[in-house]
């Protein structure tokens, strides 16, 4: 009797339980507790824990040379160098004297301001020994009426394009090398336009088939003529663009771009709500810039963010890949970029550093040069938008 009575108290037991488990709300110590929530949070970057900083690439590494004629775009002109040419050619194991009869500069046309017509390339020869050191005063006193190789008009309906020069005749003679030179040509580009603030974009030596060119053809002294007729083409040795000494953008302001190239870091402090446990649904990095942002019409550039491996200032290694970029155009407002997988690496048992590097998509390349404002700005510091799902309470565990 007592065994009868012992095993259907148990079952009555067994009964309650499940009934209750069944009853949402009813067993607060193993179930779940409540519904799914999504929440938002904005983090500021750390203060002070942004920067600028510059050195990471040169102005020879340039892919376009954005070419313009002051107003709110600045002076900005080109120097290509070439490699040294000679005036022989081997056939066989001889080698045989060029008699030049013509000599073509070839230069493309990237982009340029289809809102204003008129534009003109002015084309100079300058000293075969220049090289990057060459200032901009410099610069401007080389480019007289006498070193003038050609005015070539670049047609209203052009967008793009090559521009092959041909030169033959009298005009060789603006060819001829000093000594010094070495039979290196050295060229200049300059835009005229009817007004200020026009700019343009001609390829230049990392630009693929937009590369500048220069050509010497001519005729040799051999019986075969099938051979008589030769070329001799040369490359860039060294290009790149020249513009007045930049105004010193202050260390309140994070620069991207610009001359010299710079690069910018920011830093956040992810809260440990976010760090140990939380899930982000999305992460959205806001940049404010200081001062518009100038182009010629229909522009645009790139950023680019990588996070970082190890968080070491100015030398920091950043991933190889970009975690995020987006295009920005001409007078744009507030950036904003989707972080939301860069952030979550901030996450887990071996997070990486809490920081973000922004870099311009083509550095020395470009006319747009964003200035966005920090943490020391009186406004508008870099910020997280973060949208988490905080976990699910296990009450009682």
Same mark, same amino acid.
């Given at each position: 009797m007592r065994r009868f009575l012992l095993l259907a108290a148990v079952a009555l037991a067994a009964a309650a339980?499940?009934?209750?488990?069944?009853?949402?709300?009813?067993?607060?110590?193993?179930?779940?507790?409540?519904?799914?929530?999504?929440?938002?949070?904005?983090?500021?970057?750390?203060?002070?824990g942004d920067s600028s900083f510059s050195g990471y690439s040169s102005f020879t590494e340039a892919s376009s040379f954005p070419l313009a004629n002051g107003g709110a775009l600045g002076e900005s002109r080109a120097v290509i160098r070439f490699i040294q040419r000679g005036d022989s050619v081997i056939v066989g194991a001889e080698s045989f004297e060029l008699a030049i009869?013509?000599?073509?500069?070839?230069?493309?046309?990237?982009?340029?301001?289809?809102?204003?017509?008129?534009?003109?390339?002015?084309?100079y020869r300058l000293p075969g020994t220049i090289d990057s050191t060459l200032t901009w005063t410099e610069l401007d006193a080389l480019m007289t009426e006498a070193n003038r190789l050609r005015t070539i008009s670049i047609p209203d309906s052009?967008?793009?394009?090559?521009?092959?020069?041909?030169?033959t005749g009298a005009e060789?003679?603006?060819?001829?090398?000093?000594?010094?030179?070495?039979?290196?040509? @050295?060229?200049?580009? *300059? /835009?005229?336009?009817? #007004?200020?603030?026009?700019?343009?974009?001609?390829?230049?030596?990392?630009?693929?088939?937009?590369?500048?060119?220069?050509?010497?053809?001519?005729?040799?002294?051999?019986?075969?003529?099938?051979?008589?007729?030769?070329?001799?083409?040369?490359?860039v040795a060294q290009n790149f663009p020249v513009r007045p000494a930049p105004t010193p953008v202050t260390d309140d302001l994070l620069l991207v771009g610009g001359d010299p190239a710079s690069r910018a870091l920011i830093r956040f402090a992810l809260p440990d709500f976010l760090r140990d446990s939380a899930t982000i649904l999305r992460a959205t990095l806001e940049l404010t810039p200081d001062r518009p942002i100038v182009g010629i019409p229909g522009d645009s550039t790139r950023l680019d963010v990588n996070a970082l491996f190890a968080d070491f200032g100015a030398k920091s290694v950043p991933l190889n890949s970009p975690a995020s970029l987006t295009?920005?155009?001409?007078? @744009?407002?507030?950036? *904003? /970029?989707?972080?939301? #997988?860069?952030?979550?690496?901030?996450?887990?048992?071996?997070?990486?550093?809490?920081?973000?590097?922004?870099?311009?998509?083509f550095e020395w390349s470009s006319f747009m040069t964003p200035i966005f404002r920090s943490t020391r700005s009186a406004s508008g510091a870099p910020r997280l938008r973060i949208t988490y799902r905080p976990p699910f309470a296990l009450e009682g565990f």
């Open positions: 339980c499940t009934e209750r488990l069944t009853t949402p709300g009813n067993c607060p110590a193993l179930c779940p507790g409540g519904e799914p929530e999504v929440r938002d949070t904005v983090l500021t970057a750390v203060p002070g009869d013509s000599i073509i500069v070839r230069v493309v046309l990237q982009e340029r301001d289809t809102t204003v017509g008129n534009l003109q390339l002015a084309i052009a967008r793009s394009g090559p521009f092959p020069l041909l030169f060789l003679s603006k060819f001829d090398f000093a000594p010094a030179d070495s039979s290196r040509l @050295a060229i200049g580009l *300059r /835009l005229i336009a009817p #007004q200020p603030g026009v700019g343009a974009y001609f390829g230049a030596s990392r630009s693929g088939d937009a590369a500048p060119v220069f050509q010497t053809w001519g005729t040799i002294a051999v019986d075969d003529t099938a051979q008589q007729r030769q070329l001799l083409q040369r490359a295009w920005i155009k001409p007078g @744009a407002d507030t950036i *904003r /970029l989707e972080m939301t #997988q860069l952030v979550r690496t901030w996450q887990g048992a071996t997070p990486l550093p809490a920081a973000l590097r922004i870099r311009h998509g």
